[in-house]
């Protein structure tokens, strides 16, 4: 054989040419790791950017701004007969006893539009709030106290710092009498923030101030369990029997292929399928999160039977052979022993569906699930929305408050889908086994 070591100018692993050729491919190598390290870099830059964005915008959601008065419960304006009578409690004129606190603080105000303006300092919660006082304690009535009451969205969102008072009054919602107003509140300590429990107590409201998501909350709530419900033991059962039971046959491949197809088919049809079954057909309860609930199941139905599959595939055939040589028969062995090892994997693909499910706004749009709902839904039947949609009716609102509270609830979903994606690694990491 030829020594091709000492060649220097041939074709052998010593030669010029091949050393030219090694280098080459050397550098197109490290060439392709810098592309994709600033893939990466690039990826991970623009997501800082948008997780800074949000946060940035929507942490402010959690603090509420409220403004401290004292309130004298006047009573002869909440129960001037004395008879203490719930009903007559709970219809008093308690606008005006807020009205009444507001002059009492600034007496020197006149005028119809200086004092439209001063009452606007408040949100219409605070006459809410004074009645609520008074229904759970009426030995209130006849005294003064102090009582925080929640600010209006103009004054909150100066206190947050998005309103700049060095523009020219015209340009700024809140005007310099507005200011004097305010400021005059600050020195005496009398505006004070704290931790907004209320955004996520309160249902939706026209008043930014107001608005929370716990309708949104429960509606997702009960809209993902009857998705859950419905989605993973048919999808499990659909699984194992294409695996497991049904014969290799022309029929059966056309239902694989067909199960595939529909995993990449847009959420938005499955919505109209929704529309046309559910609703035309059916004539289910618009906006309901049981109609919502069966039009997701629909949707991921595809994606958890596949992740099913591929976990039943995973587990060795000698599992199966054994349970069959020890007596064992085929549905026994399916379920005793397939599927309790298939498991982890199947959870994890039921949760990862379930997650995308939580996200999608499309196909509850249209089931009509975008109309404004002001209360938390008591059941699967009532009228709800659901995280993503209320992210989309606030996100088109033209008040500057609702803009935090739009960042502020991407906050809360993003925090519900990385704790069901952590749950998925977490179930993934535990319980899989390497054969």
Not at 97 to 126: C, T, Y
Not at 389 to 397: E, H, K, M, N, T
Request: net charge neutral; hydrophobic share 45%.
């Amino acid at each position: 054989m030829t020594d091709l070591s000492n060649k220097t100018g041939g074709t052998g692993w010593n030669s010029d040419h091949f050393r030219k050729n090694l280098a080459r491919r050397k550098r197109s190598e490290k060439r392709f790791q810098r592309i994709g390290l600033g893939a990466i870099l690039t990826a991970l830059t623009l997501l800082a950017i948008l997780m800074f964005s949000i946060f940035s915008k929507g942490y402010t959601a959690f603090i509420q701004t409220s403004i401290s008065l004292d309130v004298t419960f006047n009573e002869a304006i909440i129960d001037k007969d004395g008879t203490r009578d719930p009903e007559a409690l709970r219809h008093a004129n308690y606008t005006k006893l807020v009205q009444e606190s507001l002059r009492a603080r600034f007496p020197d105000v006149e005028g119809r539009s200086n004092l439209r303006a001063l009452f606007g300092l408040l949100s219409n919660d605070a006459s809410d709030t004074l009645r609520d006082m008074v229904m759970a304690n009426p030995e209130l009535i006849g005294q003064t106290l102090s009582v925080e009451l929640l600010a209006g969205d103009d004054v909150d969102m100066l206190n947050k710092g998005y309103i700049d008072r060095d523009l020219a009054e015209d340009n700024r919602r809140v005007k310099d009498k507005e200011l004097v107003w305010i400021d005059s509140l600050k020195e005496e300590g009398q505006i004070v923030t704290h931790f907004n429990s209320g955004f996520f107590t309160n249902g939706d409201s026209r008043e930014p101030e107001k608005a929370g998501i716990a309708g949104a909350m429960v509606g997702s709530f009960y809209t993902l369990l009857i998705t859950m419900l419905l989605s993973f033991p048919i999808g499990v059962m659909t699984a194992i029997y294409l695996e497991e039971f049904a014969p290799r046959n022309k029929f059966n491949d056309l239902i694989e292929v067909n199960i595939n197809n529909l995993a990449a088919v847009p959420s938005i049809v499955f919505g109209l399928l929704g529309l046309a079954i559910f609703l035309n057909v059916a004539h289910l309860p618009r906006s309901a999160p049981l109609v919502g609930g069966l039009t997701l199941a629909l949707m991921t139905l595809p994606t958890i039977i596949i992740a099913s599959r591929a976990a039943i595939r995973a587990v060795p055939d000698s599992i199966r052979q054994a349970a069959l040589g020890l007596g064992a028969s085929k549905q026994q062995a399916a379920f005793h022993h397939v599927l309790p090892l298939s498991m982890p994997g199947i959870l994890t693909g039921t949760i990862i569906g379930l997650a995308q499910a939580l996200g999608e706004t499309a196909p509850l749009l249209m089931i009509g699930m975008v109309a404004f709902i002001a209360d938390i839904p008591g059941g699967i039947n009532d009228p709800a929305t659901v995280m993503p949609v209320q992210i989309f009716l606030w996100a088109d609102s033209p008040e500057r408050a609702f803009v935090e509270k739009t960042s502020g609830a991407i906050m809360v979903l993003l925090a519900f889908l990385v704790l069901m994606n952590a749950l998925a690694v977490f179930l993934r990491k535990k319980f899989e086994r390497r054969w």
